[in-house]
Nanobody, 123 residues
Framework: QVQLVESGGGLVQAGGSLRLSCAASGRTFSRYAMGWFRQAPGKERELVAAISWTGSSTYYADSVKGRFTISRDNAKNTVYLQMNSLKPEDTAVYYC????????????????WGQGTQVTVSS
């Protein structure tokens, strides 16, 4: 099992930047594919970005391509989401998620979730 704790959310003006962090417990973090989801009020949860074990494969939703960057540091058991050029429509609770995989790669389905961190972008 793995436990996930997000941090780094907050209030930022449109055009600004934030970096979210997700610290994971467990000794096999490097064998977990990781993802960042978000959920805005009244909307379904959506996968924003995903990264494979080694970081060699990444996925981005069309709405964040070119603005968000997912990365990971397996030595620190941490995955990051760098968010630049933020827009009011990026306002949501952001969740970190993990899924153990036997082979390196991206996944759209996850087994473990953090508690979420609020990101609010003002216009």
């Amino acid at each position: 099992q793995v436990q996930l704790v997000e941090s780094g959310g907050g209030l930022v003006q449109a055009g600004g930047s934030l970096r979210l962090s997700c610290a994971a417990s467990g000794r096999t973090f490097s064998r977990y594919a990781m993802g960042w989801f978000r959920q805005a009020p009244g909307k379904e949860r959506e996968l924003v970005a995903a990264i494979s074990w080694t970081g060699s494969s990444t996925y981005y939703a069309d709405s964040v391509k070119g603005r968000f960057t997912i990365s990971r540091d397996n030595a620190k058991n941490t995955v990051y989401l760098q968010m630049n050029s933020l827009k009011p429509e990026d306002t949501a609770v952001y969740y970190c998620a993990a899924k153990h995989r036997l082979v390196d790669g991206i996944t759209m389905e996850y087994d473990y979730w953090g508690q979420g961190t609020q990101v609010t972008v003002s216009s």
